[in-house]
């Protein structure tokens, strides 16, 4: 890792120091100070700080597709929601018997729909080591698929966005039927262990966001490392002038499948530290909606910067938190004038306007050119 | 479980009130006289018609089943209503009396009375009674419409009219005016199931003899529903009489569904012969019993001719009953089409046109159904007209806020297409929230008037819903609308002008600013337009919007962006998938396939079924 | 090392800011005022029926307090937006408890936000007021299930159409989620033990907000025409109603032929739709505004006082709240404390009248016992009753139509103390404490 590269950008370094000064911090004065403690942080505050961070690393992942490869995909939320089911499969078959019908092998969902077995998609989700390679295969695999078809009929620009919307939609009236053995519209629910530890404690609460922290800060510094490679310089190239990199000689297609497949995999590690820390996973993530918002983040923080991306990712989600506790009737206005604005007046996001304060010339990866 | 029993509802019948003695008894004697001259018989009945209309004497029995509850036994309650429409009545009964025919079926009670205030089994027989005589047939049509009220203060019935500020009233029987009065005054007479399926057939066999032979078909139809052997035997009786084809077919055919079951088999087989012709589900109902096969295994049917000779008519009507089905299917996908590219074609101009993902197009449709609510609260007794008129008023609202947004918003974000997706997301939530805060987060009811609901019947087989059928049409309306707009209008020209060059469509003079406002309002009026329409068939409510736009999006890009025939396309071609798939896979399924195919067709064809040439295609 | 100086500073300033936000916010208030969670959404799809809720829980709040409050203490509503998003329901019940401090949360509306919900409850062991008719198979020792279960709303209304309407075809039709499922599945069972043929069920699930109804209303059609009574059990959901009923009116299908008996569809619903075409359809409930009583005048007369529309409709789920929050209240004073621990003990047993006559009592499985009430549509949106109950029946958590759910009772009280308690193996399961 280039450490003078690293410094030049402040605003990166200080976003670095931020998310590892809360990642050390926050579970620390958790586990440490007693209840009373003005420096101890609630499970409330844990786990939302937690989920902000996964939002975080989906939020980065998409800027990873869209922002640098300029691939504005509308269903970045099915990888994370198909990483988040991979993970909540597991801890579906950690219940085993202290389910509500009590049976060791079927959840009960199923044992609710009269099924006698176990389907062959659940087969190997008992043990961890196979989960977690689910989560990220699972997304990894879609994406592969996806990407390969879409990138080799080039299809491009508007065409793939809405694609990408459609994938994300059938997912989620798919996972919706019951017949799926996903758990329907309840999806998967009332965990109770992971690796053996109770799910509701402290001290795995506190963990689970020192694991969420540790995965963001390492999938920042990876993404920020392979966009300064070679193979990013590429992928922003096509980004700009995808004909004249073609033209050059670049296999384009196999650069973008990279790329998303790589962005899909992030999104469903993601999804899979979300599970555990909210408690349920159901359909309602693979809604067209909700893959949306993740792009509203990346624009709202400053898309093609990666810190932009989490930067927005918890401004908007806290301000979610925030409004939807003080004003109940009337957060929307407020959510809904705030994007108004951020486009009108902030066309690179807050790190835009953080960049213009601190930095009057134009950085090199701000001069994006325009997306298809 | 806990045992449940079926608790009757009655209500304490009104107290036994004081005789108004003078006017009542000076005509109770009247009466009395000139009857003692009909003899005895028709005398009991003229007393009990006398007691019936002015006396309101209620002798109730009790009913077997219902325990009635004491003091309702021979309770009397005298009518307190004016004089001249007594008078009326008297001249009615009169000649009723003359006729000998006795209003009332039996002794039991006074029909109308147990209408007004029995319990909904009492009025189960005062409706039996009432059948029996057609002067009654205004008052059964009222009860059936909910036009029928009890006058809380006189304690009678009068049929209801509704005005501005209350009911205007006319007796139920004499059809004399009784004036109007206030809402609270009067109380609706209630019916249930039983009661309605009661009613029609009562309504039917009243008018079997109505002058106008749609009335009398009608008639025939409703009596058609339950056979009993009465209805039969009235049938039978009409035919000889009727001149009207049409009624006398439908006459046959009812006649021809007995004789499947007669005794005598040359009929049968001249039935079944003959009604393997008929589009009846009757029809199939009653062949398909002759071919069922009993708990052990043998035929229901031991004569094997007409099990063998049903079985090829049920063959032959079925063969024409797939025919039909697919006409249906057909019909069914080109509506749910229709309703997709009335909600795609706006977007078709602002995104698929002008190249703004526009995220608030959903919420513009929204605002075209709440003017139709609008309009309809404006309006509320011309339901129809309301209707009409939020067409345009739809347009308006829906263009003046599209144009709003493109001034206020969207105009600063040209050549940066994303951009917009996350301002008119903005947008959206705005106006979602600034329904909920002025309409309420509810839906809303929007009626739909007469003229667009039913079906046209074509047969038992085939019905085509007249909502789905308008929308239809207005949907191709819209359409052609539009394209001539784009087509031979200036600023038709002028917006595909902007659209394929815009700096080249600024040098040549065009003002693109104020076109860019015509075009996005264009698009958002449309969106309202189409608001009207879904108002029709779907919720009225803040949510409106966002049900329809990832489909509108997919239609869009599915039939090629930029190009309306590829939207009008993909519209009903994806309906017509939808729908052809539905009864194979079921309505989620097959969703999930058609949102698959769409994917897989985009790697055929990256554009879109009509994909855009020349240089506009490659910005 | 100058520029991580400042690097530092911006950490600390961040450091204190987020302390500031989360950490404070939740540390000393001042006990003066006894807080209550209304946990219903405000935006997104459910607004449209829990914003109702919401005002009514306001309005039982504002009564109370007018009554002089509880404890000699008032009352304080806390409002949140779970917006219609299933994980924000618990993490918005999680801010509930352990920030505001609220001493009991009223709130939820689909199956899928209670189970969210569930975990974070019973950890924090507060106590939720669960309003709506739901499908049983549960009873958590923190959820108070005001609702009906489905003893108390299909298998009486199914009764009602086999005998008063002698129906012998069955159409089942019911959004794919959990509550038609279960509902349907104990139907089922229950026609299949009363002699009804497989032939003579059809069982029909659509997406939920399904907008196209033309195919299946069809079937339905077809289906009921060979010539047997038939009848549709709807357990169809909020938003898909006004096209499905629209789509059986236009197509003629009248009550009459085919009645539908709806268990989703209230007073609420019925505001915005068409009623001209519905009128004869059933629906099975526990409350219908339509019912004459006193007590029920007062609470239509002070809802429409409150929310200043004359217009505007009461309904099942607003009754099951008032009766909720009454037996809160009647409970927190018998134990003289709002601590959610005596507070679940002392409200068993609690009876509070029923708006619509009869006395809703809170039994040990934590399910109240009501009326049962059909209704038919009439054109002013209002329920006629054509059926009832003679007296109020008990909520039953663990159908007994299941063959799995038939053994298990749920029980709060000494000595079975759990709410999946298997008579025969004389087990508890599936408990989190």
Redesign the interface.
Known sequence: MNLQNLTQDKTYASVLLALASVTILIPFCNLIFPEDSALHFSAYSVSLIGKYLTFALLGLSLDMVWGYAGILVLGQGAFFALGGYAMGMYLMRQIGTRGVYGNAELPDFMVFLNWTELPWYWYGFENFGFSMLMVLLAPGLLAFVFGWLAFRSRVTGVYLSIITQALTYALLLAFFRNEMGFGGNNGLTDFKDILGFNIQSEAVRSVLLLMTGLSLIGALLLCRWIVNSKLGRVVTAIRDQESRVRFLGYRVELFKLWVFVFAAMLAGLAGALYVPQVGIINPSEFSPLNSLEIVIWVAVGGRGTLYGAIIGAVLVNYAKTVLTGLMPDAWLFCLGGAFILVTLLMPDGIVGLLRRRIKPKPTLNATGGQPA | ??S????T?LKTPPGLRPADRSPKNSLLSMMTTTSTQTGIETRGVFKRLFELVFLNTVRREPVAGLSAQPGSNGTSAVDRSGWLIRIGLVLLIAAAAMAARPVLADETGNPLDLLRQGS?SEREQAVEQLAADSANLKLLQALQD?KLFELKAEAKLAIGLETQTGYSLTDPISGASLGEVERGAVG?I?????L??LL?KAIGQLQLNHADPAVRLGAVQAMA?NVDDKALALLKDHLDHEADAEIVAAIRSVLLLQDINSPDKSQRVNAITTLKEFDS??AV?KL??LTEKDADGNFVEADSDIRNLAEAALIKIRGRMQAYAAI??VF?GL??GA?LVLAAIGLAIT?GVMGI?N?AHGELMMLGAYTTYVMQQLLPNNLGTALILSIPMAFLVAALVGIAIERG?IR??Y?????T???T??????L???V??IF?????????PDWM???W?IN?FL?L????FYILIFCLLVFTALLQILKRTKLGLEVRAVAQNRGMARAMGIPTSRVDAMTFGLGSGIAGVAGVALS????????LG??YI?DS??VV?FGG?GNLFGTLVAGFSLGIA??VL??YA????A??LV??F???F???K???LFPQKGRAAES | MKRLSISFRKLATAAALSTALFGAAGSAQAEDTIKVGVLHSLSGTMAISETTLKDTMLMLIDEQNKKGGLLGKKLEAVVVDPASNWPLFAEKARELITKDKVSAIFGCWTSVSRKSVLPVIEELNNILFYPVQYEGEESSKNVFYTGAAPNQQAIPAVDYLMNDLKVQRWVLAGTDYVYPRTTNKILEAYLKAKGVKPADIMINYTPFGHSDWQSIVADIKKFGSAGKKTAVVSTINGDANVPFYKELGNQGIKAEDIPVVAFSVGEEELSGMDTKPLVGHLAAWNYFMSVDTTKNAAFIQQWKDYIKNPKRVTNDPMEAHYIGFNMWVKAVEKAGTTDPDAVQKAIIGVEFPNLTGGTAKMLPNHHISKPVLIGEIQEDGQFATVWQTNKVVDGDAWSDFLPDSKPIIADWTAPINCGNYNTKTKKCSGQNY
């Open positions: 479980m806990q449940q029993r079926f608790r509802r909904m909910g609706k209630n019916l249930n199931n039983k309605r399926t029609r529903k589900q009757d109902n398909q019993a249906e299917t069914f509506s749910l309703v995104f993902i995220m918003i600063f974000l050549g940066r297409p994303l951009e997706l996350l301002a997301f903005g947008v959206s939530l705005f979602q929230q600034a909920r805060s309420s987060p509810l839906n809303r009811s929007v009626a739909t609901s039913g079906s019947q038992d019905s819903t007249w909502n789905r029709q068939i779907t919720n009225v409510g803040p949510n966002q049900a990832v999006f997919m890009v962006v939808n729908k539905e009864p079921g309505a989620v399924l969703k999930i949102l698959v769409i994917i897989l985009i790697q055929k990256p554009r879109g």
